[in-house]
RNA sequence: CGGGGUGUGGCUCAGCUUGGUAGAGCGCUCGGUUCGGGACCGAGAGGUCGGCGGUUCAAAUCCGCCCACCCCGACCA
């Protein structure tokens, strides 16, 4: 491709609003283009990326046997009302009506229309087991579109999905994905985990996410480089603190503190209603507090209040109350709690409620300090101890430093972006949907499904997000837009021009992926544009050209040598890895 | 959906507080000089200041409503 008719805009200043460094350099060295609130453009470079992506992946699913196809986007309503996620899922689904006034849905996912193929078209165990696929755009109204190419409202993914005769069966798809994922991703150049999932919505019971480390990333997840323990926070096992409570370490101090914890007393604390303001106030650390939350459960017409405690310097995994409460939550207003504890938030505390309480685990141990049901007040002393009615559970996010709840090794943190997932779905989807085949004694069966996911614009971003430097992006070999970016440095003079041209129809003709930078510019912006479109070779037709040599540049390591032109063959294989 | 912010040439932004002739840098066009790390000189083109309404002799600027986009939160196969 010459860049002289390529439409690669690439631009000096980053674009008004990005924050993701990926982002940022995406728009910056042409790739994409923002239409509308998560909605993308690819522009031709883009475009190559994300092909030589989906052909990796084509290439690891065809691999373990899975077949591909394509199914629609537009979807009738009929096939989602019998799921029943017409209902159970909000504003994320796009919908509209067809000129008949028939209601039609916009595909966020297909297992939908995968069980309506599987229940019309397979009817026997013989038939199994199946494993079909199809890379195809997905539509979901997201509530909040945000950091580029991560997390958009359009979207393509490969999606793939197993059909089994039984759970025992369906560990094996499960397991050659697992298998074909790990390929997929060393193979983009992305350094992926999985780890323990949530299934949301859905439904299942076994899930894994794949997670790309990335400071753009919107997960965290802890993870313990000793056993290989991982999980995203909101799930992982927060076990117990090692140091111990507060009120233990100070009482060992001996006496002399200027707040004495195990001591049950109320305190004066004006207009201090958070936990740093309280920390402020009274110079104890954040681990010293007891902090109480009133939720609405909203498992009734009505909701009802429940009061969470936590220690002040933990934060809740909303996903963990979810599981304890066995229901859907919010916060409750401020009119809520002070109907439920006769006192606006800022100042609740367990001592006393009439509430039900759910405490987390840390709590069972120690005095601290919790807000005095009075305004302007907090009170000191205060343990489990006094709440007979507390139930205890898990409740907070794990973090770094926390013990590996399997081995007990420091977990480590990280900030990542999700690249994929993998559920066991069973049967969620097969029962209600009418999928199911007779097995070997004539019984009829709901088939045993499994539903496999892989964003290929996140695994993009995420191998910017990993591999790139101040000049630009340094794309690993296998998705660059090109793998060699040959540079012509004086397009007026002659021998430059006419070494650069054929080296371009050479290095083409070998089968490389070559963009030959022809335009008629100063050297400097043909060398900014290559360092940030980012292919892990350039070559530079300049001055050495009269003696039949060029230079080579490694984008990765920045290094440049000089490469007679018939040597040039061999040292670019070197260079992309290709021996 | 709640909170905050922004909207001015293609891009990034200034001007708005205190109403009075619409600006800069980059990009673009033409001519010339340059030519190995986003060159220089000269001459140009390009804007209903997000939209609608209001106040005023006069609105980019003040007021109201709406729209779009961004950020935080809620939400998230």
Request: proline residues 3%; contains cysteine.
């Given at each position: 491709m010459r860049a002289s008719q390529l439409l690669l805009p690439t631009v000096k200043e980053d674009p008004a609003g990005a924050e993701a460094i990926s982002h940022k350099l995406m728009v910056r060295a042409g790739l994409v283009r923002q239409l509308a609130a998560g909605i993308y453009v690819y522009l031709p470079a883009g475009w190559r990326v994300m092909q030589k992506i989906a052909a990796i992946i084509r290439g690891e699913m065809d691999g373990i046997g899975c077949q591909e196809m394509l199914m629609p986007v537009i979807n009738p309503a009929e096939i989602w009302?019998?799921?029943?996620?017409?209902?159970?899922?909000?504003?994320?689904?796009?919908?509209?009506?067809?000129?008949?006034?028939?209601?039609m849905a916009l595909a966020m996912t297909h297992e939908e229309v995968i069980t309506w193929l599987a229940a019309r078209e397979v009817h026997s165990y013989k038939q199994l087991p199946q494993l079909w696929y199809h890379i195809q755009t997905k539509e979901r109204d997201e509530a909040r579109p945000k950091s580029g190419v991560l997390r958009t409202r359009e979207f393509i993914m490969k999606d793939s999905y197993s059909l089994d005769v039984s759970y025992e069966a369906l560990q094996e798809s499960y397991a050659k994905h697992i298998a074909a994922y790990d390929r997929i991703y060393a193979r983009c150049g992305v350094e992926a985990m999985m780890v323990e999932g949530d299934s949301g919505m859905m439904g299942g019971s076994v899930s894994h996410e794949y997670m790309a480390y990335a400071d753009a990333g919107e997960d965290e997840i802890v993870f313990c480089r000793a056993c290989g323990y991982a999980a995203n926070v909101e799930m992982a096992v927060a076990g117990a603190d090692r140091e111990p409570p507060q009120s233990e370490s100070q009482a060992a101090a001996g006496a002399g503190a200027a707040v004495d914890l195990t001591v049950d007393e109320v305190r004066s604390t004006p207009g201090a209603k958070t936990i740093d303001q309280v920390v402020e106030f009274l110079g104890l650390p954040a681990r010293?507090?007891?902090?109480?939350?009133?939720?609405?459960?909203?498992?009734?017409?009505?909701?009802?209040?429940?009061?969470?405690?936590?220690?002040?310097?933990?934060?809740?995994s909303e996903l963990k109350l979810r599981k304890a409460l066995g229901a859907e939550f919010r916060l409750a207003t401020a009119d809520e709690v002070l109907a439920a504890q006769g006192i606006a938030p800022g100042y609740v505390g367990p001592e006393p409620t009439t509430l039900p309480?759910?405490?987390?685990?840390?709590?069972?141990?120690?005095?601290?300090?919790?807000?005095?049901?009075?305004?302007?007040h907090h009170r000191t002393g205060v343990s489990l101890a006094m709440v007979p009615q507390a139930t205890f559970c898990d409740l907070r996010k794990a973090r770094a430093g926390d013990p590996c709840p399997q081995c007990a090794a420091d977990l480590d943190g990280a900030r990542v972006i999700e690249v994929g997932n993998i559920f066991q779905l069973g049967t969620k989807y097969s029962e209600p949907m009418g999928a199911?085949?007779?097995?070997?004694?004539?019984?009829?069966?709901?088939?045993?499904?499994?539903?496999?996911?892989?964003?290929?614009?996140?695994?993009?971003?995420?191998?910017?997000?990993?591999?790139?430097?101040?000049?630009?992006?340094?794309?690993?070999?296998?998705?660059?837009?090109?793998?060699?970016?040959?540079?012509?440095?004086?397009?007026?003079?002659?021998?430059?021009?006419?070494?650069?041209e054929q080296l371009y129809a050479e290095l083409a003709a070998a089968g490389l992926d070559v963009l030959f930078d022809d335009r008629d510019m100063s050297p400097g912006i043909k060398?900014?544009?290559?360092?940030?479109?980012?292919?892990?070779a350039q070559i530079v037709v300049g001055k050495r050209a009269p003696e039949g040599v060029v230079e080579l540049k490694d984008r990765a390591s920045g290094e440049r040598r000089d490469v007679p032109v018939a040597e040039l063959a061999l040292a670019l294989g070197e260079l992309l890895g290709r021996g």
């Open positions: 009302q019998q799921s029943g996620r017409w209902d159970a899922i909000g504003g994320e689904l796009f919908r509209f009506k067809d000129r008949k006034g028939a209601d010293a507090f007891m902090k109480a939350l009133v939720v609405t459960v909203e498992d009734g017409a009505e909701g009802r209040q429940v009061m969470v405690l936590l220690r002040g310097d933990h934060e809740l309480v759910y405490a987390d685990e840390v709590l069972r141990r120690g005095h601290y300090v919790a807000g005095a049901n009075k305004a302007d199911t085949f007779l097995d070997v004694d004539g019984k009829e069966q709901p088939i045993v499904m499994g539903s496999y996911g892989i964003g290929l614009a996140r695994i993009a971003a995420a191998a910017i997000e990993q591999h790139h430097d101040g000049n630009g992006i340094v794309w690993p070999p296998s998705i660059a837009p090109f793998e060699a970016h040959l540079v012509l440095v004086r397009a007026s003079d002659e021998v430059q021009a006419a070494l650069a060398f900014k544009d290559a360092d940030l479109l980012g292919c892990p």
